[in-house]
C-alpha cells in the first residue's frame, strides 16, 4: 500500500511564501516521477511541478521562478517551497508519485492566497 499525504497548507498574503510536504510510505528514490498538482474550484488539475528520474525537474510556466520542488530522500518527503504568492495559486494542491507505472495520489491540502 503507497500512501502519500500533504501538510502545510494554509492561508497566506500575496506576496508571501509556503511550503508544502508530501511524505511518502515508500522509499521516494523508487517512484519514476514525483510531483504537486493543483485543483482551482472550477478548474480541472494542472500540474505544478515534477521531479523526473530524481533528477529532472520540471515547472508549469505559471510557477516558474516562485515556486521551486524538492526531494528529501533522508526522510522520504518531496517539497514544493511557494514563494511570491499570487491569488490565481488558490487551490487544492495534490502530491503524485508514479510507481511502476501506477498513479498514487495524496489526498490533497488547501492553499488560500488572499489579503
Known amino acids: 500500500q503507497v500512501q502519500l499525504v500533504e501538510s502545510g497548507g494554509g492561508l497566506v498574503q500575496p506576496g508571501g511564501s509556503l511550503r508544502l510536504s508530501c511524505a511518502a510510505s515508500?522509499?521516494?528514490?523508487?517512484?519514476?516521477?514525483m510531483g504537486w498538482y493543483r485543483q482551482a474550484p472550477g478548474k480541472v488539475r494542472e500540474s505544478v511541478a515534477r521531479?523526473?528520474?530524481?533528477?529532472?525537474?520540471y515547472y508549469a510556466d505559471s510557477v516558474k521562478g516562485r515556486f521551486t520542488i524538492s526531494g528529501d530522500n533522508a526522510n522520504n518527503t518531496v517539497n514544493l517551497e511557494m514563494m511570491n504568492v499570487k491569488p490565481e495559486d488558490t487551490a487544492v494542491y495534490y502530491c503524485?508519485?508514479?510507481?511502476?507505472?501506477?498513479?498514487?495520489w495524496g489526498p490533497g491540502t488547501q492553499v488560500t492566497v488572499s489579503s
Open positions: 503524485n508519485g508514479v510507481l511502476y507505472g501506477v498513479n498514487y
Open positions: 515508500r522509499m521516494i528514490s523508487r517512484f519514476n516521477v
Open positions: 521531479i523526473v528520474g530524481g533528477v529532472s525537474t
